[in-house]
């Protein structure tokens, strides 16, 4: 199956380009996804890196991902919407603004990563404020919900929530939204959210309000925390946590890099992906193994 890949990286900084390269080298077949927004971009001039200095972060990332590519890697330049776990096949559905993809294992290396949300959202946390519609669209069923986002992943939240909501709101400043089912673009600008013990409605800039039963953020782009929430991945103080194998609490889910916390600079994500691409190629050949013996 041309979509059906051992490991899909997501996120081709140093750490996901790292696991690629040694997964890759490892005769796994391998994909990166990468959204391109590397934090090291910000780096005007790298000096500290093994063997390497006096190049800007730019460059320095270029070169990582052309090495990786030049050996034969698969990548792709696109951001992921969504990553669920297919319980009895034992891999997962990675889906992509480049399409979607199917794998024994994910390694997630996608940076650092916070919680985003608005603050006039803070006094309604753990009422009826979601950051994720496949764990609570449920919630909703024939109801009408607001998702606040400009990007991909907003789109994809609405698509979720299509089947289970009666009427969405895409709360936008995107003017490029496609067709989705039951949803309805407003281009306003949120001032503040009303309602006693739960979100009741949106007041709007202009003043205007729109009564709704729920509210779903999904700011810019998926990050750590979304795809944890979604696949039950524990974390801690914004960090992913992995067990010494860089693997998390969900088997065959594998992190590293400024995802996992640590030294937050280019040698260890690099030592990070290293060791997530070998141990994600060696979860892939132990499953394998039992699955032959198994038949
Ligand atoms: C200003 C600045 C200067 C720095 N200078 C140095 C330095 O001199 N030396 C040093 O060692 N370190 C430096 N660092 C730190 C260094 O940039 C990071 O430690 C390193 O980039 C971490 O690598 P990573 O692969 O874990 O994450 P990142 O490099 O942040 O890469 C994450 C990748 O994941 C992608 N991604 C995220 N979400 C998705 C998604 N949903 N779908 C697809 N792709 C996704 C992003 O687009 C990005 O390409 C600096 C950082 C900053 C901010």
Known sequence: MENLFDIIVIGGGPAGISAGIYAHRAGMNVLVIDGRDSTLKQAKKIDNYYGVFNISGEE????????????????????????????????????????EYCSKAVILCTGTSKKKTLPQLEKYEGTNVSYCAVCDGFFYRGLKVAVIG????????????????????????????PNIKNVQVVQKKVADFVGENKVEGVVFEDSSRLNVDGV????????????????????????????KNYMTN??????????????????????????????????????????????
């Open 60 to 99: 320095l990332i270029q070169k990582g991902i052309d090495q990786y590519v030049e050996l034969g890697g698969a990548y792709k330049e696109a951001k992921v919407v969504s990553v669920k776990q297919n319980f009895e096949s034992k891999t997962f559905t990675v889906k992509a603004t480049c399409g």
């Open 150 to 177: 400009d990007g991909d992943f907003a789109f994809n939240e609405c698509e979720e929530l299509s089947s289970v909501a009666n009427q969405i709101y895409l709360i936008t400043e995107n003017k490029n939204v």
């Open 216 to 243: 779903f953020v999904a700011l810019g782009t998926m990050s750590s925390f979304d795809i944890a929430k979604r696949l039950g991945i524990l974390m801690k103080n914004n960090f992913v946590l992995v067990d």
């Open 250 to 295: 969900i088997a065959g889910v594998f992190a590293g890099g400024d995802a996992i916390g640590g030294l937050l600079q280019v040698s260890k994500a690099v030592s990070d992906g290293a060791n997530a691409g070998l141990e994600a190629t060696r979860y892939i050949k132990v499953m394998e193994h039992y699955g032959r013996e198994g038949n």
